[in-house]
């Protein structure tokens, strides 16, 4: 959060499967504090079960968890009206499961967070203060109030949370977005009260601020919604146009036309000075948290651009635009015929349809020249793809690999990387793998490949370990998976970073589980030889909360705001920090908490990415497709050559086919027939990046000899096998192979017989 302060060293979030309790866990999370959820009748993965509304049950979870900070956010699903007909549901879970939980936070000396609702008034004269007196008019609102008074006589330490019309983009909930979402995209449509005032609350802000709260050491009642106050009908139609959805649809009719069953409130909202005089900053407002909102959404439903008001003649002109495109890519861009000899058979290229060409068109029309909408539905995309933590897009894989070194060594971490320490790196490899260890002083310590595989030697890893290592950097070479059961092994042991280089390898697996999603961090590259292409482009995957946070920092110049392009104001206190030694209300925006950098590719790039994005699982098949039509046609020579090792426990995701010739068997003689042939061949990057004379004086380390290092730099090469490849080109470079041993034989033969 900007402030290196945590709001505990364990937050217990109750709840933590409702909109509010995962919003929190992001948040805490982020903010590298440990959080743990519980759940009732969802269950959301890493969460545990509890009934609040039984006492052994929470005291048991007390016991084990010993928070220092509770977070306590039930409802009822059913929401107000459930209430208003089950009186004894809402009884158990808000003021028997309330005094269970605070009895249990008082015993530990824990701080209880308790969120209300401004349905604690009656609706009277509205918006209230904290010092107003509640008056409830229905169940829900008089077991939350008898929940508030239970907080403040049980528990000595407590925040009380009051909101209202929280809402966010969040499929799992019924929040009032949600709601608005389903009736207007099915082309219902919506009544919507039109006298029952609220202050719209974006969930995302108060969780933000409710963590603010508990760092600064808040106390008592705080009202935390948002600035601005309006009726729900208001909201409603300002929810459908940030969809993108006819606000027509929402139809505004006062409350007794509804038929609720439960009396609501209708001058509600509450007010907000105590808390700006505490965050010291306003609220934010609704313009800001649909834009936040929007991005959510946009993301989910896969939408690059909340269509923006334009003429009519102007949406057809790029309707026929985007037409012509159509025709221009299967004019210019559709496959050729292959004629052996002549056409080039490439080792890797890029491979794209109309879409890709649609979305840079649409982008360079939008005239959003910086990284923006299509980089976060591209990002929001990869991060579902592996399921991490965070992905930060950057602009080549190169840039991801010193990203990633640079996050490790902020001063954010408890135990940062410095220079001098040691970062174990195989020797065969490719030189920005390296390049970012060295330029950070820090010591690569080189081990020796593993022939076949020609990934790092897990057998000698250990003993490369000093204690002076403090982390391991390894490509999972040509998309071929390294032995992660030993790595992760040793990492947890000797307590290492783990930087997994996986620019060659997008869709490989590891005993089921995503390459990319082992390491502390992860990078990817998206140059056109690569799984996916945006022209320039890499990623860095974050498997660990914090260094999210800090690696958006370092590529966003070392700024400590978190905003997106286009926003001002996300944390909602933007004049409202004191960091270092700045001047207290110091703009956040202008306020530098890392060494940072610009590693930000265009928003042009990321419209190509967010295409492709969508095409990964297709690639990676037609990759491993064409790997084994090579190698089982390959077989036949394996005694001229070493084909790729195989791991039962892992499935590649094929860069390239790896070939190693054995002794006798010139690379060079080999490598020139097949490109006399018109077959690209390439060798094995860097080999031994210690004989590259750029690389010949580094300080560094050597565990253990270099022998197979130095064979792959003499005797190995690859072949293509990237989704660009027609069954004519494969066969014909089979034929090629076939040819070349064949005249190779004759020769032998031959000169056997002189």
Request: charged share 25%.
């Amino acid at each position: 959060m900007g402030s290196g302060e945590e709001a505990g060293s364990k937050a217990l979030v109750i709840g933590a499967s409702g909109q509010v309790g995962r919003a929190l866990i992001r948040v805490l999370e982020d903010s590298g504090i440990e959080a743990i959820g519980t759940y009732h009748s969802r269950q959301i993965t890493g969460t545990y079960k509890l009934d609040v509304s039984d006492p052994d049950a929470v005291g048991s979870c007390f016991e084990t968890v010993k928070p220092d900070v509770v977070f306590l956010t039930v409802n009822t699903e059913g929401g107000v009206d459930y209430c208003e007909d089950h009186p004894e549901e809402a009884e158990a879970l808000n003021v028997v499961g309330t005094r269970n939980v605070a009895t249990c936070t008082a015993q530990c000396g824990a701080l209880l967070v308790y969120y209300s609702t401004d349905y604690i008034f009656d609706g009277e004269a509205g918006p209230y203060s904290e010092e107003d007196i509640p008056c409830a008019i229905n169940t829900y609102g008089r077991t939350k109030w008898e929940a508030e008074q239970l907080v403040q006589t049980l528990v000595p330490t407590h925040l009380i949370l009051r909101t209202t019309a929280v809402f966010g983009w969040d499929r799992a909930s019924r929040n009032f977005a949600m709601q608005v979402w389903e009736s207007l995209g099915s082309g219902t449509s919506l009544r919507v009260p039109e006298d029952q005032w609220c202050n719209p609350t974006l969930v995302d802000y108060l969780a933000e601020a409710s963590v603010r709260l508990v760092q600064m050491g808040a106390e008592g009642i705080f009202n935390v919604v948002g600035r601005d106050r309006m009726p729900r009908s208001k909201l409603a139609k300002a929810l459908a146009r940030s969809m993108a959805l006819d606000p027509a649809l929402i139809l505004p009719v006062p409350t007794s036309e509804l038929g609720q069953v439960a009396p609501r409130p209708l001058q509600g909202g509450l007010r907000t000075e105590k808390l700006e005089r505490t965050l010291g900053t306003e609220p934010l407002d609704l313009n800001e948290s649909l834009k936040r909102f929007r991005r959510s959404w946009r993301a989910d439903t896969h939408t690059a651009y909340t269509p923006r008001p334009t003429s009519t003649e102007a949406e057809t002109l790029k309707q026929e635009i985007f037409q012509r495109v159509k025709r221009y890519y299967q004019i210019v861009h559709k496959p050729r015929a292959f004629v052996p000899f002549r056409t080039q058979v490439p080792y890797a290229g890029r491979v794209f349809e109309e879409q890709e060409m649609i979305n840079l068109v649409d982008s360079a029309l939008d005239f959003w020249l910086t990284l923006g909408p299509y980089g976060e539905l591209f990002e929001q995309k990869m991060k579902r793809f592996f399921q991490s933590r965070d992905f930060v897009l950057v602009n080549s894989g190169s840039t991801a690999n010193l990203l990633s070194v640079l996050t490790l060594f902020s001063q954010q971490l408890e135990h940062p990387l410095q220079p001098g320490d040691e970062v174990i790196t195989p020797a065969v490899t490719f030189p920005t793998t390296v390049s970012p260890i060295v330029q950070n002083g820090l010591i690569p310590v080189f081990v020796d490949c593993e022939m076949g595989t020609y990934n790092i030697d897990p057998h000698l890893l250990e003993e490369a370990i000093s204690e002076k290592t403090r982390a391991i950097v390894i490509p999972h070479t040509l998309g071929n998976p390294c032995d992660m059961d030993t790595i992760c092994d040793l990492v947890k042991q000797y307590n290492l970073y783990l930087i997994e280089d996986s620019c060659d390898a997008l869709g490989a697996t590891f005993r089921d589980q995503q390459v990319g999603t082992f390491g502390d961090l992860a990078t990817l590259s998206f140059y056109p030889a690569h799984h996916i292409t945006m022209g320039e482009g890499g990623g860095v995957i974050v498997n660990r909360p914090r260094l999210g946070r800090i690696a958006r920092s370092i590529r966003d110049w070392g700024r400590d705001c978190w905003c997106a392009a286009g926003e001002s104001n996300t944390c909602g206190r933007r004049f409202g920090w004191q960091l270092g030694d700045l001047p207290e209300g110091y703009d956040h925006k202008y306020s530098y908490s890392n060494i940072g950098f610009n590693f930000k590719p265009t928003d042009m790039q990321a419209a190509i990415g967010t295409a492709q994005a969508d095409r990964i699982p297709e690639f990676v098949e037609s990759r491993r497709r064409n790997f084994t039509r090579l190698y089982k046609g390959l077989e036949q020579y394996q005694d001229e050559l070493i084909l790729p090792t195989l791991d039962p426990r892992s499935n590649p995701s094929w860069f390239a086919l790896p070939l190693t010739v054995r002794k006798g068997l010139s690379r060079r003689a080999l490598v020139q027939w097949l490109e006399k042939a018109k077959i690209e061949t390439r060798e094995l990057f860097g080999g031994n990046i210690l004989k590259q004379p750029g690389y010949q004086n580094i300080r560094c380390r050597i565990s253990g000899s270099l022998e197979q290092t130095d064979r792959v730099m003499r005797d190995t090469f690859f072949i293509g096998v990237y989704p660009g490849l027609t069954d004519e080109m494969i066969e014909f470079v089979l034929e090629s192979f076939g040819q070349f041993f064949s005249q190779r034989s004759n020769r032998s033969s031959g000169s056997h017989g002189e």
